[in-house]
Antibody, heavy 121, light 107 residues
Framework: EVQLVESGGGLVQPGRSLRLSCAASGFTFDDYAMHWVRQAPGKGLEWVSGISWNSGSIGYADSVKGRFTISRDNAKNSLYLQMNSLRAEDTALYYCAKGENEVVVAATQLWGQGTLVTVSS | EIVLTQSPGTLSLSPGERATLSCRAS???????LAWYQQKPGQAPRLLIYGASSRATGIPDRFSGSGSGTDFTLTISRLEPEDFAVYYC????????FGQGTKLEIK
């Protein structure tokens, strides 16, 4: 069974950092691009970042560029999101999502259940 | 950045009826890199359509997508009770952006 399990969310003060992780199983992880998508409480979806199968192509939303860093470890079947200089507007449920194929320019085929990040003093 | 505008914001229909959801882009979406997702309360989104008109694995054929350039449509031919949810379009030809969503509710 294909599964994506996010972890690392929690309550953090503005300006601090947090690292999210996503453990993948049930598919050949290094055959696919991976993404992070977030959803603020009661709001719509916002793509955050995506990374190609070999980390050769990476993209970020303008709202997080320069503050967030996506990475992956294919040997550990894991995806990460390092979030620095967090702001109240970063409060959201963060989903890990599997791409359709190995490149970032593709739809997101399967999503985890998300990890909640709350930025508040 | 390509902005996607979905209409209507809320659509009230009855089971058995046909639903037509619209997604308009602020500029042309390259190679029809347009997807549709369904999200039910408390659940993660589910991919329905990619490449503007290709159904994802396991998606019933009552769901269909069409369009190109700046105008795209998701059609649900005959609504089932489980189809009432929020629907999002997404373009992935120039970075990635989502529309604001259309809520499909039971009339």
């Amino acid at each position: 069974e294909v599964q994506l399990v996010e972890s690392g969310g929690g309550l953090v003060q503005p300006g601090r950092s947090l690292r999210l992780s996503c453990a993948a199983s049930g598919f050949t992880f290094d055959d696919y691009a991976m993404h992070w998508v977030r959803q603020a409480p009661g709001k719509g979806l916002e793509w955050v970042s995506g990374i190609s199968w070999n980390s050769g192509s990476i993209g970020y939303a303008d709202s997080v560029k320069g503050r967030f860093t996506i990475s992956r470890d294919n040997a550990k079947n894991s995806l990460y999101l390092q979030m620095n200089s967090l702001r109240a507007e970063d409060t959201a449920l963060y989903y890990c999502a599997k791409g359709e194929n190995e490149v970032v320019v593709a739809a997101t085929q399967l999503w985890g259940q998300g990890t909640l990040v709350t930025v508040s003093s | 950045e390509i902005v996607l505008t979905q209409s209507p914001g809320t659509l009230s229909l009855s089971p058995g009826e046909r639903a037509t959801l619209s997604c308009r882009a602020s500029q042309s979406v390259s190679s029809s890199y347009l997807a549709w997702y369904q999200q039910k309360p408390g659940q993660a989104p589910r991919l329905l359509i990619y490449g503007a008109s290709s159904r994802a694995t396991g998606i019933p054929d009552r769901f269909s997508g069409s369009g190109s350039g700046t105008d795209f449509t998701l059609t649900i031919s005959r609504l089932e009770p489980e189809d009432f949810a929020v629907y999002y379009c997404q373009q992935y030809g120039s970075s990635h952006t989502f529309g604001q969503g259309t809520k499909l509710e039971i009339k």
